[in-house]
């Protein structure tokens, strides 16, 4: 079935550092969504891609959907403290008739 | 407009009681997802429905876990007999349901199950 990977698992970063996160789906996908979930909190959306090599910004975070619509990233620019969080993507296989979240890439931001 | 309401925030259960969680989505929310959250773990989809009819059950263990969407609104994910492998976070989410795979999800504040 679907496997959706993401590396790093953690990080750790100094307070203006970059950050980025990525993820790798083992089948085509026809869109990616990205969603933060804060300690103690759900998941929030973020943003969704949908055509290959496509990307998007939201103010200091960047999306990119790989050519091969198998894989995504999301860099975040100079980290905040309120960027601390779990960030994971859900890859959409419309094929298969699933969409799968991958583990998530947990960030530490220290001030 | 009001977020996804789940409840009960909290339950601590011993192994082979019962439990039930309860979900109310937006409104005019037509898909509703019951999520297991096991902690440092994605979301792990155990059942969708669309209105009231489901729509992916695949990874649902049927022998113990049951869901059910009455009039197309609320939802209730139960357990009966719970193990151990069952604390995890119970997340409910919803979305406009038009074009499934698309749909942003809004998920609620999810119910912590332990079982001791």
């Known amino acids: 079935g679907q496997q959706v990977m993401q590396i790093p698992q953690y990080q750790h970063v100094q307070e203006g550092e970059d950050f980025t996160t990525y993820c790798n789906s083992s089948?085509?996908?026809?869109?990616i969504q990205w969603y933060k979930q804060r300690p103690g909190g759900h998941p929030v959306f973020l943003i969704q891609?949908?055509?290959?090599?496509e990307v998007k910004k939201q103010k200091r975070l960047t999306f990119q959907f790989g050519e091969a619509k198998k894989n995504s990233s999301l860099h975040i620019t100079a980290t905040q403290t309120t960027d601390v969080g779990t960030y994971f993507c859900?890859?959409?296989?419309?094929?298969?008739?699933?969409?799968?979240f991958g583990d998530g890439t947990t960030l530490t931001v220290k001030p | 407009e009001a977020g996804v309401a789940q409840s009960p925030r909290y339950k601590i259960i011993e192994k082979r009681q019962s439990v039930a969680f309860w979900c109310n989505p937006i409104?005019?929310?037509?898909?509703l997802y019951w999520y297991q959250q096991i902690l440092g773990q994605g979301p792990k989809l155990l059942i969708q429905?669309?209105?009231?009819?489901?729509?992916?059950d695949s990874q649902l263990p049927k022998d113990r876990f049951s869901a059910e969407r009455l009039k197309g609104v609320d939802s209730t994910l139960k357990i009966q007999p719970a193990k151990l492998e069952d604390s995890a976070v119970y997340l409910c989410?919803?979305?406009?349901?038009?074009?499934?795979?698309?749909?942003?999800?809004?998920f609620g504040p999810g119910t912590r199950l332990t079982v001791l």
């Open positions: 409104s005019g929310h037509a898909t």
């Open positions: 859900a890859g959409a296989d419309t094929n298969a008739g699933k969409s799968t």
């Open positions: 429905f669309q209105n009231n009819g489901v729509v992916d």
């Open positions: 891609l949908v055509k290959s090599g």
């Open positions: 989410a919803s979305s406009l349901g038009q074009r499934v795979f698309t749909d942003t999800q809004y």
């Open positions: 089948t085509t996908l026809s869109n």
